[in-house]
């Protein structure tokens, strides 16, 4: 929306600006205006960083004078502290206002998309390998996958590990973790102790709960599959944590509440974090969910909060568990599968035979990096 400024009126607790159409008028204080300039002494505008000393503003400052230009997209203020005059444009002051979207707000116009066994996306999220290394068009369709259902399929992948690499670099550098970069992921790899790197079933979980930063996405290539079972699990945890808070919000408050502890140790390595098991952001949005009940570190808590939680946990487990809450997707050679590691747990069905991964994480904000980017640039 083009929000423009029609009025400015200066006063004790700050600025006052008047939009146009019927909203209400916002008033910016007086310090925070001068801490956020858009002019080229308060911003560099190459880099966005900010060059206003925000320590040396005096705690009264207040604004001289302040006029509406350039048709209403921009408000110029004049300082009492000899400043530079500071500039500022009606769209960014209506973003901060609340009044609108701002560059900073992930995909405003991609709602996330709760799923379950009985409302899964018909068709499932999918995108082809050549689609997304030809150009951005193929590219946003895979990231919009991601950000609205929490997963998409990848068809026609070559089945080595450097064309996974590829792929994964399209959206941004692979993450480094004790497993390596890219990672190979078979019952016949020894080297790492985790059930993982078995043939046995794999109950739904999310990874890295003993990482204070878990993976914003994981990707699995597969590469060879030959015998029977070993399909892949899906489980919206947006979906699980929603249904919760409705159902059960005793139980979603504990689970928001109570720090669950997490640990992965191997010859050399001892990681350890700590979060609830849902996280929501500031706005009391659903962010993340963690959840490995094989990784979970032993703590304690006084007696009626440690049953409170083993409930609530018990609660989240049913339903992680539930079949109908479930996704299962048999990965072949020449399909990827990607997924958001903070929304979406995953699992596995035991098998017979032989079955190769790879696969690799990435960094959450390089993924929401390249979904604001790509937003822009389709
Ligand atoms: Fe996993």
Known sequence: MDFRVVAVEPGDEGLSVTWGGDRAPTIFEWFWLRDHGE????????TLQRRVDTFAIPAGIRGLGAEVEQDGRRIVVRWSDDGAPSTYSA????ALAGLSAGDEVLAPKLQRRAWAGGSRPDPLPSAAFEAIMAGNAGLRDWLENIRVWGFSLVD???GTQEAAAELARRIGPVRETIFGGMWMLSAEIAEHDDTAY????LAPHTDGTYSHDAPGLQLFNCLEFDGRGGESIL?????VAETLRAERPEDFDVLTRVSVPARYIEAG???RAARPAIRLDERGDFLQISFN???RAPFRLPKAEMMAFYRAYGELNRRVNDQANWLKVPLRPGMALIFDNWRSLHGRMSYTGKR???GCYHNREDFESRLRVTDTER
């Open 356 to 358: 190769v991964f790879c």
């Open 156 to 158: 026609g992948v070559p």
């Open 91 to 94: 769209a960014r002051l209506a």
């Open 235 to 239: 489980v919206d945890g947006l979906a």
């Open 39 to 46: 002019d080229e002494a308060s911003l560099d505008p190459a």
């Open 293 to 295: 009940n094989y990784d």
């Open 198 to 201: 078995t043939t046995q079933y």
């Open 269 to 271: 390595v001892h990681l």
